[in-house]
């Protein structure tokens, strides 16, 4: 393999892989198409072996191509963290921060506590993800991360909020159509919204709480907004996050001793504590939800 392969043929690799045709590369590169197929002939010729065959549906990926592709994501993480960084002055609060966060502190709590921010600078720009899964940021997947649970990672940079608390909620109207349960053992018999797959972190908060699980949901979701829009139309009874249930009295709580904690954590790269955009949003993130949960 050629040491000076240029990362551009990697990235003309990579658009390859995820449009699935030459063509479709080009356009989201910018590039000819006849350039783009010259770095991938370029770099199969550098790596010594095929990477695409052509199929009915455009070029299929070779086993050598797709076991290449999580290092050349990474290369593209890397570079895009390295135009980030070669973009941010150091003595001034300015540059594109990426920020991974839950889809419900995304939708509902971020917009409030990011438009404070942009007031305070307005040269940062933020790149919103929204995601329950956790973002890696060892592999930049993020550089600033509200989390659900404890980091693990040593290189990591991390303020504990606290614990969210989250209760059973339901619409009103629900209630007046069904009853309001009385113990947990009622709830068999409502239509209750809940997940369809248990991530790790549903789990571990769950963990020695009554039984609540998918064969009991009557509507199931891998997405919180979509179980808190369910809840909020009247659908049954869900999850909800407290401090948000109590500035939209539009719900109604039932069965208080139900309760279940949810870590949140603020989290960053170590690597980037000085930079002075990252760091900024950091405080103000922290800043924000310590007031969310007040």
């Known amino acids: ?5 240029d ?6 690799f990579l658009a390859v892989l995820e449009e699935g045709s030459l063509s479709a590369a080009a356009r989201s590169l910018g590039l000819a198409q006849p350039t783009l ?10 790596l010594g072996t095929t990477l695409f065959t052509r199929s009915p549906t455009g070029l299929a990926a070779t086993d050598a191509a797709k076991a290449l592709r999580p290092f050349v994501e990474s290369m593209r993480a890397s570079a895009q963290a390295i135009d980030r960084h070669a973009h941010a002055s150091r003595d001034t609060v300015a540059g594109t921060v990426r920020l991974g966060v839950s889809e419900v502190i995304g939708i509902e709590v971020m917009p409030a506590i990011l438009a404070s921010f942009r007031q305070a600078y307005p040269g940062v720009v933020v790149e919103l993800v929204l995601s ?7 592999q930049r997947d993020a550089d600033v991360a509200v989390r659900m649970v404890a980091p693990v990672q040593e290189a990591l940079l991390a303020r ?12 009103p109207s629900y209630l007046e159509r069904r009853g309001e349960p009385r113990q947990v053992s009622d ?4 239509d209750l919204v809940g997940f369809d797959e248990a991530l790790p972190y549903i789990r571990r908060m769950s963990a020695g709480m009554p039984p609540w699980h998918r064969d009991m949901f009557a509507l199931r979701s891998n997405s919180n907004v979509v179980q808190l829009a369910a809840v909020r139309a009247g659908f049954g009874i869900g999850f909800c996050q407290v401090p948000l249930a109590i500035r939209e009295p539009v719900l109604a709580r039932v069965l208080p001793s139900v309760s279940l904690p949810l870590e949140c954590w603020v989290v960053m790269h170590g690597d980037l504590r000085s ?13 924000g939800l310590l007031s969310y949960l007040a």
Not at 132 to 138: C, E, G, K, S, V
């Open 132 to 138: 329950d899964r956790n973002q890696d940021l060892l």
């Open 1 to 5: 393999m050629d040491d000076e392969t």
């Open 187 to 190: 709830l068999a018999s409502y």
């Open 7 to 12: 990362w551009q043929h990697y990235r003309s």
């Open 37 to 46: 197929g010259r770095h991938v002939q370029l770099l199969e010729a550098a």
């Open 275 to 287: 930079q002075p955009a990252c760091k900024a949003l950091f405080d103000a993130l922290v800043e």
């Open 160 to 171: 504990r909020i606290g614990a969210i608390e989250l209760g059973l909620y339901a619409h």
